[in-house]
């Protein structure tokens, strides 16, 4: 398991080094990719972020896709972040690193982890706000992607993420 204030993280925060002629935003966009590159794929700069203890399928990043680009966040819109090996404090680095819009915990194990990482409850089948972001969050998400009915359950659950560009009160 990576901790956030373990060895292996400092070992490798020590060989990073930024200049700060560029955005600040970027830098840390760039250094969050650097020290937690091997965790995440995906967008680099994804306005989502999917949270799961496994890899997800090419199905489920798929279907993600399609969902995030009716939602009005474009194509190819998501950082995948696979959660297994990383502690809450871990998890919620790059998170924050890459700052996006929204979030989605793909299985139980995520959401719980996520759910120590905020310090809040991040209850399945559910919205909540997580530091300003809209976060779902599922038992299962690559199940229902089975049956046409249990893909409608996903699409609810996810039609609650905000539309991009739509303004929260």
């Given amino acids: 398991m990576i901790r956030l204030y373990g060895e292996r993280v400092s070992r490798a925060r020590a060989g990073v080094k930024k200049t700060m002629s560029g955005n ?3 830098v840390a966009l760039d ?3 650097e020290l937690f590159g091997q965790y995440m794929s995906g967008a680099h700069a994804g ?3 999917a949270i799961s203890s496994e890899p997800l399928s090419e199905a489920a990043e798929t279907a993600l896709d399609s969902s995030l680009a009716a939602l ?3 194509r190819e819109a998501c950082t995948y972040i696979v959660s297994a090996d990383l502690d809450p404090q871990a998890l919620f680095v790059p998170i924050e690193g890459l700052d996006p819009i929204c979030i989605v ?7 719980a982890l996520l759910g120590q990482a905020y310090h809040l409850a991040v209850p399945p089948g559910k919205a909540t706000r997580l530091l300003g972001r809209t976060a779902v969050s599922f ?3 690559e ?3 089975k049956t046409p009915q249990d893909k409608q359950i996903a699409w609810a659950l996810l039609k609650k993420l905000p539309k991009f560009g739509e303004k929260r009160g």
């Fill in 24 to 26: 600040k935003y970027e």
């Fill in 139 to 141: 038992l299962d998400f």
């Fill in 47 to 49: 306005l989502c972020c």
């Fill in 105 to 111: 915990a793909a299985d139980g194990k995520s959401a």
């Fill in 143 to 145: 199940s229902l992607l």
């Fill in 72 to 74: 009005g966040y474009g």
């Fill in 31 to 33: 250094e969050t990719w």
